[in-house]
């Protein structure tokens, strides 16, 4: 939890959470660096907003329609400006995910075995689907490289798959060999899933800071405005 806990604000927007997400190390947290910043951001912004609604209340000068209106104003600012890093930091996510999976299923690069490799490939597209699996199954486990990367890193239909058998062992075999990329990957993707759960509590606690709906806000203010233009009379 935050060190300065503020129970006006919801635990959910506690940017502490974020190291007990699944994957979460020292090495890899600046992958969730954006994100972490737009909730400890969001968290202390909310508890000010909170602050300024109470000092707002003991100002007698003040009608509640006055509090709402000068604390309402500010507070969509910040609002606007919470949403901004909160959809930047998804953005974030979002590219460091698709270029995660892109190097978990990147090719290989065919070892230069002479005709070995068309023979390794030529044995498997042979077998039926059940014998090629356990085949692979098998490479996967012995780290048989060799077997490995001539099925692997050529055209699938040379050893009887589909592409998308093809990338899914080639996924295995770069999560066996590259299981920090996976690590990343977990931690990434539950980030973003809470970017995109819990991102979304800023309009409702702003709101809740205010003690107003948005509408509420900006009715008072076309009323002010209204008002404020019918005093600017014009000499006949």
């Not at 012995?142 to 998308?164: E, H, N, R, W």
């Amino acid at each position: 939890m935050a060190a300065d806990i503020d129970i006006r604000v919801s635990p959910s927007l506690d940017a502490e959470l974020f190291k007990g997400l699944d994957g979460y190390t020292d090495e890899n947290a600046h992958f969730v660096a954006d994100a972490v910043s737009a909730f400890n951001d969001a968290y202390v912004t909310i508890a000010r907003i909170h602050d300024a609604t109470e000092a707002g209340k003991r100002n007698q000068a003040w009608t509640e329609e006055n509090r709402i209106l000068i604390v309402g104003k500010e507070a969509m600012k910040h609002r606007d400006r919470l949403l901004r890093k909160m959809d930047f930091a998804a953005r974030t996510l979002a590219t460091n995910i698709a270029h995660t999976e892109e190097q978990l299923s990147k090719p290989l690069e065919a070892r230069a075995l002479g005709t070995l490799n068309a023979e390794i490939r030529a044995c498997v597209k042979a077998m039926d689907g059940k014998e090629r699996a356990k085949l692979l199954q098998e490479a996967m486990a012995g780290d048989d490289d060799t077997t490995l990367s001539s099925i692997l890193a050529a055209p699938p239909f040379l050893s009887g798959m589909t592409s998308v058998d093809r990338d899914h062992y080639l996924h295995l075999y770069h999560s066996k060999k590259s299981p920090h990329l996976v690590e990343r990957l977990t931690l990434l993707r539950g980030a973003a899933a809470k970017v995109d759960r819990d991102g979304r509590r800023v309009f409702v606690e702003i709101e809740k800071a205010v003690g107003a709906p948005a509408n509420q806000v900006r009715g008072i203010e076309a009323a002010n405005e209204a008002a404020l233009k019918a005093l600017r009379i014009e000499p006949a």
